[in-house]
């Protein structure tokens, strides 16, 4: 309503103001405002057409909406057209509150829900990681990697580990209602209490005291949860705010878009720069609720980790000041070059290192107030990633379910001491009625998943698709799921086996080398400046960034992109990559590691590597920071 109403009142009453100064000089606003509001819809046009430059783009829409206040001024059937229009922003905007799904958001309703009669003292537990395939975990022998994710590990060492567990849908707002209400997904219905009022929250909340963190859902009703969701003002000043930003996305040239707030790595607050605070945040206030109590709780946070924006190290230090672009990503769909794509995956793998490191903060604060050994623990992803060119990055596609079906699942139920492992193919569909198992209490509506304590033959998964339900037999698409597994492998080794997070990219032999031991030339013209370079020139190991992530371009190139390059820091190589195109300029885009970094100036340098027929590797040194 706001941006509906809000703009046209500020205008009119400019157009008001002046109007008591002087009537020519409200009239001449008026064709101002008139070209101003014509040029907008031009830029829109422009940008969905070509998108060309500014120096393009805002010409046209000057000169386009110029013409348009004179034909407005010089003709009345124009001005009589744009007057019968008036009415319409109002008709949009009903349409938008009472015809469309937002009205469900926007103005909810409370429908009655079912409840159990619970007389359990058992508190629950519930972690709902973001974008984390099982492939991930995995070593080689399809066993955790302790190496890599000691957390998931020591998880698995004293819980049931459901290894061939999957969704049953790619979107979070489908996956995880859910998760939370034993149902499987229908497309089209909200992640809102309205649509789904029998859920794991209505079914514990006349029992349990509920600490409830849900992100992209609201299921928890405001009576049971007042406090886990936004207020009516809160939503509307960020729907306001965000809308903002979005629509100077779809509306400026591409090359005035650089500097706006990225609005493709999160899921909303565009103007704060980074959801990582908030998530974070939420995370420890979901920490602090992990005590005991008087009544048994709930205590559930689905958390937005590893999923996107990529921007932290296995240490917890932040390696991106902001959520930037993903190169190699176009909107829904990975792009054609290899090697971003590799890049974008071994980012997500190095903040599932971090990821791990916060089920660690979890496991040691269940153990340090005394609830590990009483509490029912589940700890699960609502889907995977894929990684793939010219694929999905979530979506389920008949080349990609391997990775987005397969999330891991963890149950931990009170007592447990020893770790298992299950192999029978289960749905995350089943996790409510396994918490209704472990409770010994009755769900009161119909669900189509069952106990995890005692899983039933699944022949084919259920997983419903955003265009069609895939049923793949199982153990086909987990024979597929090992076929993926090894080529992740292939591209990161496991534990501390080659080539590592850091060996990616062409001649990662070069990684560990000397640059004194290596041929060494000047190469030409040809020169590139890093984003970074002030950063190199003060490192602070003590403080949350680093800058592990360098950027930049290349100039002087002469169709040589793309290019095998090499980064070394303090006189040895530590990271390859290839350059790639952006926006028609040839990029630089590479991760080196934390712990090769020093306090203070860093001796940085990028080489452009050639390769002779008989003379081997040769290094052409295209800039250096002091």
């Not at 917890?316 to 590799?342: C, H, S």
């Not at 084919?460 to 799921?481: C, M, N, Q, S």
């Not at 590592?500 to 041929?519: K, T």
């Not at 090769?596 to 940085?604: E, H, K, M, Q, Y």
Request: aromatic share 8%; charged share 20%; proline share 7%.
């Amino acid at each position: 309503m706001a941006i509906v109403l809000v703009p046209p009142a500020v205008l009119a009453g400019a157009e008001a103001a002046a109007g008591l100064a002087d009537s020519r000089a409200a009239a001449g606003l008026h064709l101002a405002l008139v070209a101003v509001l014509v040029a907008l819809v031009v830029l829109q046009a422009l940008r969905r057409a070509a998108d060309p430059a500014a120096a393009v783009a805002l010409p046209t829409a000057a000169l386009v909406g110029a013409g348009a206040a004179y034909a407005y001024a010089r003709f009345v059937p124009v001005r009589s057209f744009l007057t019968a229009l008036t009415p319409a922003p109002l008709v949009f905007l009903a349409l938008f509150l009472f015809a469309s799904p937002v009205g469900k958001l926007v103005l909810p309703s409370e429908p009655e829900a079912l409840a159990a009669d619970v007389s359990s003292e058992t508190p629950i537990v519930m972690l709902v990681f973001d974008e984390l395939a099982t492939t991930s975990l995995l070593d080689e022998h399809s066993e955790i990697d302790a190496a890599r994710y000691p957390s998931f590990a020591a998880l698995a060492r004293g819980s049931t580990w459901f290894r061939n567990a999957a969704t049953v849908d790619a979107w979070t707002v489908n996956a995880v209602p859910a998760v939370l209400t034993g149902i499987h997904p229908e497309h089209g219905r909200l992640p809102v209490y309205s649509e789904h009022p029998n859920n794991l929250f209505t079914l514990l909340g006349g029992r349990y005291r509920l600490h409830v963190s849900e992100s992209l859902t609201e299921l928890c009703p405001r009576n049971l949860c007042p406090h886990s969701s936004e207020s009516f003002a809160g939503r509307m000043e960020g729907l306001v705010a965000d809308a903002g930003v979005i629509y100077l996305h779809r509306t400026l040239p591409h090359d005035l878009r650089a500097g706006l707030p990225a609005v493709s790595g999160t899921w909303g607050a565009f103007l704060e720069g980074s959801s990582e605070q908030t998530r974070l945040e939420l995370f420890h206030d979901f920490l602090s609720s992990l005590r005991p109590g008087p009544r048994p709780f709930l205590a559930y946070a689905h958390l937005m980790f590893p999923h996107i924006p990529w921007e932290y190290l296995p240490s917890g230090k932040r390696y991106q000041r902001d959520t930037g672009e993903i190169p190699g990503f176009e909107g829904t769909a990975w792009g054609t070059d290899d090697f971003l794509v590799d890049q974008a995956h071994q980012r997500y793998l190095l903040q599932l290192g971090f990821t791990d490191r916060l089920l660690g903060e979890l496991l040691a604060r269940l153990r340090s107030t005394g609830l590990y050994d009483r509490v029912l623990l589940i700890v699960l992803a609502d889907h995977g990633a894929s990684f793939r060119t010219d694929d999905r990055r979530r979506a389920f596609t008949d080349t990609n379910l391997e990775d987005v079906a397969f999330p891991p699942l963890f149950v931990k139920t009170p007592g447990q001491k020893a770790g298992r492992t299950v192999d029978a193919p289960v749905q995350t569909v089943d996790v409510l009625p396994t918490i209704a198992d472990v409770l010994n209490i009755q769900v009161p509506w119909q669900m189509d998943g069952t106990s995890l304590l005692t899983p039933h033959a699944r022949e084919r998964y259920v997983l419903v698709g955003d265009k069609k339900t895939f049923t793949p037999e199982a153990e086909a698409l987990i024979a597929k799921r090992t076929t993926a597994l090894r080529q992740r492998l292939s591209l990161f080794g496991s534990g501390s086996r080659a080539p590592g997070l850091f060996g990616l990219g062409p001649n990662h032999e070069l990684v560990g080398r000397d640059v004194s031991e290596l041929r060494v030339a000047d190469a030409g013209a040809e020169r590139a400046e890093v984003d970074q370079e002030g950063e190199l020139r003060a490192v602070n190991l003590a403080g949350g960034y680093v800058p592990a992530r360098l950027t930049g371009r290349i100039s002087g190139a002469d169709g040589e992109a793309p290019r095998d390059l090499a980064v070394s820091l303090n006189g040895r190589i530590v990271a390859v990559a290839r350059s790639f195109v952006f926006e028609g300029e040839e990029s630089v885009s590479v991760l080196i590691p934390e712990s090769a970094l020093r306090p203070g100036a860093n001796d940085v340098e990028l080489y452009w590597v050639t390769r002779g027929p008989a003379d081997g590797l040769t290094l052409r040194s295209l800039w250096a920071t002091q």
